[in-house]
Nanobody
């Protein structure tokens, strides 16, 4: 059984910052793609940021320059540092992972990720 557990969600004021964490656990765990996705009401789940175990990153255009993804591959843990948050960042944020690094590098879509967390709510007030 593979488990992904998020933490750090909550309410934050516009212009503020928030840091999300995701920790993966399980026997024989292999993770080479790590990511954050979000889903707002009435919208499809979208990639926010992804990172490979080697450090290659991808970001949605809407968060470039504001959000930073990082990872500690040895601990199977990754983070999303969110700064200058906007009301439109309000969504349920999901961490995700996959054994294949190409899920980040080739970006086939959210459907490609094998492991998912339960999600954590981020609400940005204006």
């Amino acid at each position: 059984q593979v488990q992904l557990v998020e933490s750090g969600g909550g309410l934050v004021q516009a212009g503020g910052s928030l840091r999300l964490s995701c920790a993966a656990s399980g026997s024989r765990l292999v993770i080479n793609s790590m990511a954050w996705h979000r889903q707002a009401p009435g919208k499809q789940r979208e990639l926010v940021a992804g990172i490979t175990s080697g450090g290659y990153t991808r970001y949605a255009d809407s968060v470039k320059g504001r959000f930073t993804i990082s990872r500690d591959s040895a601990k199977n843990t990754w983070f999303l540092q969110m700064i200058k948050v906007k009301p439109e960042d309000t969504a349920v944020y999901y961490c995700a992972a996959d054994p294949d690094s190409s899920v980040v590098t080739d970006q086939p879509g959210a459907w490609a990720y094998e492991y998912w967390g339960q999600g954590t709510q981020v609400a940005v007030s204006s």
